[in-house]
Protein backbone atom coordinates (compact mmCIF):
# COMPACT_ATOMS: atom_id res chain seq x y z
CA UNK A 1 0.00 0.00 0.00
CA UNK A 2 1.61 3.04 -1.08
CA UNK A 3 1.14 6.37 0.45
CA UNK A 4 -1.22 7.19 -2.63
CA UNK A 5 -3.69 4.28 -2.21
CA UNK A 6 -3.58 4.94 1.46
CA UNK A 7 -4.33 9.14 0.66
CA UNK A 8 -7.89 7.82 -0.77
CA UNK A 9 -8.56 5.52 1.82
CA UNK A 10 -11.46 6.73 4.40
CA UNK A 11 -11.37 5.74 7.91
CA UNK A 12 -14.11 3.08 7.85
CA UNK A 13 -12.24 1.50 4.86
CA UNK A 14 -8.56 1.39 6.23
CA UNK A 15 -10.38 -0.26 9.33
CA UNK A 16 -11.93 -2.84 7.39
CA UNK A 17 -15.26 -1.94 8.88
CA UNK A 18 -18.50 -0.51 7.81
CA UNK A 19 -19.95 2.94 8.38
CA UNK A 20 -22.31 1.30 10.55
CA UNK A 21 -19.93 -0.71 12.89
CA UNK A 22 -20.75 -0.17 16.83
CA UNK A 23 -17.93 0.93 19.03
CA UNK A 24 -16.83 -2.62 19.46
CA UNK A 25 -16.71 -3.74 16.21
CA UNK A 26 -14.50 -0.63 15.54
CA UNK A 27 -12.03 -1.76 18.55
CA UNK A 28 -11.74 -5.06 17.27
CA UNK A 29 -11.22 -4.19 13.80
CA UNK A 30 -8.42 -1.83 15.27
CA UNK A 31 -6.38 -4.49 16.99
CA UNK A 32 -6.52 -6.50 13.64
CA UNK A 33 -4.82 -3.49 12.31
CA UNK A 34 -2.64 -3.07 14.87
CA UNK A 35 -1.16 -6.38 14.41
CA UNK A 36 -0.64 -6.10 10.84
CA UNK A 37 0.57 -2.59 10.72
CA UNK A 38 2.15 -2.53 13.84
CA UNK A 39 5.76 -0.84 13.24
CA UNK A 40 7.97 -3.09 15.62
CA UNK A 41 6.96 -6.09 13.26
CA UNK A 42 8.93 -4.74 10.76
CA UNK A 43 11.82 -3.06 13.14
CA UNK A 44 14.53 -5.91 11.31
CA UNK A 45 12.75 -4.66 7.53
CA UNK A 46 14.39 -2.23 4.86
CA UNK A 47 13.67 1.72 5.81
CA UNK A 48 11.35 1.87 2.81
CA UNK A 49 9.37 -0.78 4.58
CA UNK A 50 9.50 0.23 7.82
CA UNK A 51 8.34 3.72 6.75
CA UNK A 52 5.34 2.61 5.02
CA UNK A 53 3.97 0.72 8.05
CA UNK A 54 4.81 4.12 9.99
CA UNK A 55 2.70 6.11 7.84
CA UNK A 56 -0.12 3.44 7.77
CA UNK A 57 -0.42 2.49 11.66
CA UNK A 58 -0.64 6.30 12.09
CA UNK A 59 -3.69 6.57 9.59
CA UNK A 60 -5.26 3.68 11.29
CA UNK A 61 -4.24 5.07 14.84
CA UNK A 62 -5.79 8.39 13.22
CA UNK A 63 -9.05 6.95 12.50
CA UNK A 64 -9.40 4.97 16.24
CA UNK A 65 -9.38 8.34 17.41
CA UNK A 66 -12.55 9.86 15.70
CA UNK A 67 -14.21 6.38 15.02
CA UNK A 68 -14.25 5.76 18.80
CA UNK A 69 -15.31 8.67 20.01
CA UNK A 70 -18.94 9.48 18.75
CA UNK A 71 -18.48 13.23 18.40
CA UNK A 72 -15.61 13.12 16.07
CA UNK A 73 -17.19 9.92 14.54
CA UNK A 74 -20.44 12.56 13.66
CA UNK A 75 -18.65 14.85 12.77
CA UNK A 76 -16.27 12.58 10.75
CA UNK A 77 -19.39 11.03 8.84
CA UNK A 78 -20.80 14.77 8.06
CA UNK A 79 -17.38 15.19 6.72
CA UNK A 80 -17.45 12.05 4.60
CA UNK A 81 -20.23 13.24 2.93
CA UNK A 82 -18.78 15.89 1.98
CA UNK A 83 -16.27 14.01 0.00
CA UNK A 84 -13.16 14.70 2.77
CA UNK A 85 -11.75 11.15 3.78
CA UNK A 86 -9.97 13.24 6.88
CA UNK A 87 -11.22 15.10 9.44
CA UNK A 88 -8.78 17.50 10.23
CA UNK A 89 -7.56 18.75 13.59
CA UNK A 90 -9.92 21.90 13.43
CA UNK A 91 -12.66 19.61 12.84
CA UNK A 92 -11.92 17.40 15.42
CA UNK A 93 -11.68 19.87 18.09
CA UNK A 94 -14.87 21.51 17.57
CA UNK A 95 -16.77 18.28 17.54
CA UNK A 96 -14.77 17.61 20.89
CA UNK A 97 -16.32 20.91 22.36
CA UNK A 98 -19.36 20.14 21.35
CA UNK A 99 -21.34 19.57 24.48
CA UNK A 100 -21.92 15.73 25.15
CA UNK A 101 -25.83 15.40 25.13
CA UNK A 102 -25.49 17.26 21.95
CA UNK A 103 -27.46 15.13 19.35
CA UNK A 104 -24.79 12.87 17.35
CA UNK A 105 -26.93 11.82 13.96
CA UNK A 106 -25.55 9.37 11.83
CA UNK A 107 -27.50 8.77 8.48
CA UNK A 108 -24.47 6.57 6.53
CA UNK A 109 -23.03 6.58 3.61
CA UNK A 110 -23.42 9.84 1.26
CA UNK A 111 -26.31 8.23 -0.65
CA UNK A 112 -29.33 10.12 -1.54
CA UNK A 113 -31.73 7.83 -3.55
CA UNK A 114 -32.95 4.51 -1.60
CA UNK A 115 -32.60 2.80 -4.70
CA UNK A 116 -28.84 3.46 -4.93
CA UNK A 117 -28.44 2.96 -1.22
CA UNK A 118 -29.54 -0.43 -1.61
CA UNK A 119 -27.13 -1.48 -4.20
CA UNK A 120 -24.73 -0.22 -2.43
CA UNK A 121 -25.46 -1.63 0.95
CA UNK A 122 -25.69 -5.24 -1.29
CA UNK A 123 -22.17 -4.68 -2.74
CA UNK A 124 -20.51 -3.81 0.95
CA UNK A 125 -22.14 -6.97 1.79
CA UNK A 126 -20.65 -9.09 -1.06
CA UNK A 127 -17.23 -7.24 -0.34
CA UNK A 128 -17.46 -8.73 3.49
CA UNK A 129 -17.84 -11.98 1.65
CA UNK A 130 -15.19 -11.74 -0.58
CA UNK A 131 -16.85 -11.62 -4.01
CA UNK A 132 -15.33 -8.86 -5.30
CA UNK A 133 -17.30 -8.56 -9.19
CA UNK A 134 -20.14 -8.52 -7.44
CA UNK A 135 -19.54 -5.54 -5.28
CA UNK A 136 -17.97 -3.58 -8.31
CA UNK A 137 -21.44 -4.49 -10.71
CA UNK A 138 -23.75 -3.89 -7.47
CA UNK A 139 -21.51 -0.32 -7.23
CA UNK A 140 -21.79 0.21 -10.70
CA UNK A 141 -25.63 0.22 -10.77
CA UNK A 142 -26.03 2.70 -7.61
CA UNK A 143 -23.56 5.10 -9.97
CA UNK A 144 -25.97 4.66 -12.82
CA UNK A 145 -28.34 5.70 -10.59
CA UNK A 146 -26.18 8.76 -8.88
CA UNK A 147 -23.67 9.77 -11.43
CA UNK A 148 -22.39 12.81 -9.83
CA UNK A 149 -21.49 10.93 -6.14
CA UNK A 150 -18.02 11.29 -5.55
CA UNK A 151 -18.41 8.75 -2.45
CA UNK A 152 -19.65 5.70 -4.43
CA UNK A 153 -16.91 6.63 -7.75
CA UNK A 154 -14.34 6.77 -4.95
CA UNK A 155 -15.85 3.07 -3.41
CA UNK A 156 -15.79 1.91 -7.12
CA UNK A 157 -12.63 2.72 -7.42
CA UNK A 158 -11.15 0.84 -4.30
CA UNK A 159 -12.85 -2.13 -5.88
CA UNK A 160 -11.27 -1.77 -9.10
CA UNK A 161 -7.79 -1.75 -7.24
CA UNK A 162 -8.84 -4.78 -5.30
CA UNK A 163 -9.63 -6.76 -8.43
CA UNK A 164 -6.62 -5.57 -9.99
CA UNK A 165 -4.28 -7.03 -7.72
Same mark, same amino acid.
Given at each position: ?????????DYYT?????? %? $???? @??? !???????????? #? &???????????????????????????????? %? $???? @??? !???????????? #? &?????????????TGPP???????????????? $???????????????????????????????????????
Amino acid at each position: MSDDKLAKLDYYTLLGIDA %R $ASLA @DVK !RAFRKFARRYHP #D &RFSDAEAAKRDRATAIYRRGSEAYQVLTDPRT %R $AAYD @DAL !RRGQLRLDATER #D &RAIRQPEDAPAERTGPPIQSAQARLFFEKGVEA $AHQGNWRKCWHLLQSALELEPESEFIKSRLEQVRQRLRA
